[in-house]
């Protein structure tokens, strides 16, 4: 990924991206504290254009709060960064990383002295877990790491530090054969993906797992927006893994991952083990919105 060519925003200033580095001793490089989004921008008739970036930006505002880290930048400046890490990039669509860490003037575990950067970068990023995915679903197991309680990990903020457990869950879930895995929180109720949050169909009801030990998604709000004008409300409740195996639909939500259908948990077919009806209506709508074909929701569209 490093040997490109195109722009990196770097606090406050764009470098050609093979200069955008950092010393071997940054903080977070050693400690993982910080935190980061994930965006995409998707191509509509009227240009490229970034999907719910306020709502993006205001969770790294977020995260960044909960992590007591001051942001060195206003929201304004880092919109104005997505937009253009876009356009310098020469992306029609594409996947933005803002980047929240501390820098190398500290060592040590508390990183008191240590600077805040903010890097922003943005790449040609196709289906998350694989076009066949998005088509055929996928195929996971429930992990056999748990996802963290809130005061191991404040989940509300997308830190870095959160993705050792999902790495440790999506290495054991593809060595075993599966495509991503699951993770159950620390009672055992199920939390969400490795790197996504996870809905079920059941008679007709469409639920979720309550968001106490996993990342309040923004897709995921997206996908209960959408199921309401389908006229669908989306219930939170506490699931059990075998309400996953019992389910008619269930499918992954994620700005990466978009909405994936799982066709299998734990060598038990979901369903009819193809992606159901109303998986499908909601990656339809989903996608309607992201490309600007619905105008109902143009205000989740930022032009670059
Ligand atoms: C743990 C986790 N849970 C839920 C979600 C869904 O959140 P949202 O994107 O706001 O709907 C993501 C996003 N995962 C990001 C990181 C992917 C990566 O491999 O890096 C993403 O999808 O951009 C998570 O990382």
Redesign the pocket.
Known sequence: MQDKDGFIWLDGHWLPWRDAKVHVLTHTLHYGYGCFE??RAYATPAGPAIFRLAE?LK?LEDSAHILAIELPFERAALAAACRQAVTRNGLASG?IRPLVFLGAEKTGVDPAGAATHVMIAAWDWGA?LGQTALENGIRVRVSSYARHHPNVQMCRA?AIS??AN?ILAVREARRDGYDEALLLDTEGYVA??????LFLVRDGELLQPETTS??D????RTVCTLAGELGLAARSKRITRDELYCADEVFL?????EITPVIEVDRRKIGNGRPGPLTRQLQQAFFACVRGEDARHADWLTPV
Do not use: V
């Open positions: 994930g965006l993006h969770r996947y998350y997308k959160m993705y999902s969400e993906g490795s790197s996504e949050n996993a990342l998604g923004i897709t995921r939500t994620g700005t990466a991952a």
